[in-house]
Structures are given as C-alpha cells and as structure tokens.
C-alpha cells in the first residue's frame, strides 16, 4: 500500500487476480473443468475483464444455477473491477 493509502496499479491488479483465482476455485465445484480451462485461459493473461464476462456467459448460455458464494465472489469483482453485472445477478438463477 503507498504512503496515502492508495493501491497501486500493480497492488490493484494483484488483487484482482487473486480475486478471480478465488472465483476459479469456486467454480471447480459448479462447472466442468473444460468451462473452467476457458476462463483460466483469460485471468492468466490478464484479461480479467473478458474472464469475468466468461464467467456470466457460461452460467446464461449453459442455464447453470448459480450457488449464492459464486453470485457474491462475482459482485465483488465486477465491482473491483467497475463492470456493470447487476441485471445478471438480479436474473441469474441461485441454486
């Protein structure tokens, strides 16, 4: 953290990467390995936004239920992240 208690760009990216490698590990248990091969491929170049787009394009596109953590681990980093998936997260079906 700097001195003004502001994150870097690099501090901020961090932790955005460990946050989509939190969600990672939560879809291991929802979505077959394939489905979750695809969004790795995403975070482990850095494209976190297009990886969090993954993510809710899989569970729409699939109708895949989606467990309560997921739904939250999503609306944390979208919202680290400054995208808009509230109308997804509204609609998205809980399990």
């Known amino acids: 953290m700097s ?3 502001i994150l ?3 501090e901020q990216l ?3 990467e460990r946050q989509l490698e939190n969600l990672l590990g939560l879809l291991d248990k929802c ?3 394939d489905l979750v091969q695809e969004v790795r491929q995403f975070v482990d170049v850095g494209e976190y936004g297009l990886a ?3 993510v809710i394009g899989i569970f729409l596109e699939e109708n895949i239920p989606i467990p309560e953590v997921v ?5 944390e980093c979208s919202e680290r992240m400054g995208l808009e998936v509230s109308s997804f997260l509204r609609g998205g079906k809980a399990s």
Request: charged share 30%; proline share 0%.
């Open 71 to 75: 739904r939250s681990e999503i609306k």
């Open 14 to 16: 961090s932790v955005t």
């Open 52 to 54: 969090l787009e993954t």
């Open 8 to 10: 870097s760009l690099s």
């Open 31 to 33: 979505l077959s390995e």
């Open 3 to 5: 001195e003004l208690g």
